[in-house]
């Protein structure tokens, strides 16, 4: 069975050459009953998406660009925690094939050195009251030289290559996409039994340990909003709780706002 240690995730692989995004094609097969646990990989992506409508640059062989179809049993504002438990996830699978320690960036963004190496997009199609679907999208950064990546992303972003010194031409160091997938399907599936076991706080106190966040002074955008305070904490419903500049505490969602470092 593919040399996987997970009885759910990845039980079914889907592997496309090129995608516009594979959080859209996912999107399509559970609209047509794909499995819980199903997973797309595409080599590239023509329309990558990050959040809000941004874009999510995907060149071909470099990365890892996968979305996997999950049917939990959750509402919908308990959806942020995949998104969280999939970050603690990413990182152990970094860690474990490369030796890389990468931080989280509250909600999804992962950084080696300050610059994002991973990012995580949570799409979901609920009914009312119950997820009916959710799309969990992960891209990883990994072959790419800095050169590879378009210019306007080249002072944010990194690759695992270029973290682990490939710019130092004579210590190339390129890393096995599906060494780090198969370890991530691995630790997905980890991750999700806690959810589906309703763990929520073992998956939010490991999310804490890996935080780049929490601690920091933040600058939180919201609309036409701006304000600055020091992040303190994360509920368990992923909320980050942020002691405002003002005297005020506010616990700010992920889906509306930006949070930048100051
Ligand atoms: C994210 O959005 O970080 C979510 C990215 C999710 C990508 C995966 S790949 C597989 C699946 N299929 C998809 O179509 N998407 C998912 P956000 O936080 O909005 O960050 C997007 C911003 O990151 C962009 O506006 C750029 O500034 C920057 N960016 C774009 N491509 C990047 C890359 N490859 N590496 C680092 N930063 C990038």
């Not at 079914?12 to 009953?33: F, H, M, P, Q």
């Not at 909600?107 to 979901?124: A, F, Q, R, S, W």
């Not at 190339?172 to 599906?178: A, C, E, I, N, T």
């Not at 405002?244 to 505490?249: A, K, M, N, S």
Request: with cysteine; proline share 2%; charged share 25%.
């Amino acid at each position: 069975k593919n040399g996987l240690q997970t009885d759910l995730i990845g039980n079914k692989i889907v592997y496309i050459k090129e995608v516009d995004s594979t959080n859209l094609y996912a999107r399509k097969i559970a609209l047509e009953g794909a499995e819980d646990g199903t997973v797309v990989i595409a080599d590239a992506q023509t329309a990558g998406r990050g959040r809000l409508g941004r874009n999510w640059s995907s060149m071909a062989g470099k990365g890892i660009w996968m979305s996997v179809v999950l049917r939990p049993q959750i509402s919908p504002e308990e959806v942020q925690i995949i998104t969280l438990g999939a970050s603690v996830a990413a990182i152990k699978a970094i860690y474990d094939v490369t030796g890389i320690r990468a931080g989280i960036k509250w909600p999804n963004d992962i950084i080696c050195d300050g610059k994002k190496v991973c990012g995580i997009l949570t799409e979901m199609n609920s009914e009312v009251e119950m997820v009916n679907f959710l799309i969990l999208g992960i891209g990883i950064n990994v072959n790419h030289t800095i050169l590879d990546f378009p210019d306007e992303i080249k002072s944010i972003a990194t690759s695992l290559a270029v973290y682990s010194g490939m710019n130092d031409k004579k210590n190339v160091k390129l890393f096995r996409r599906s060494d780090i997938i198969k370890k991530l399907l691995y630790e997905l599936e980890q991750i999700y039994n806690k959810i589906k076991k309703g763990a929520v706080k073992d998956i939010i106190d490991e999310w804490k340990l890996y935080s780049a966040t929490l601690g920091k002074q933040v600058r939180v955008i919201y609309k036409n909003d701006t304000y600055t305070g020091t992040a303190l904490d994360i509920r368990d419903d992923g909320r980050l709780v942020v002691k405002c500049d003002d005297g005020c505490t506010r616990d700010v969602f992920s889906g509306e706002v930006s949070v930048r470092g100051i």
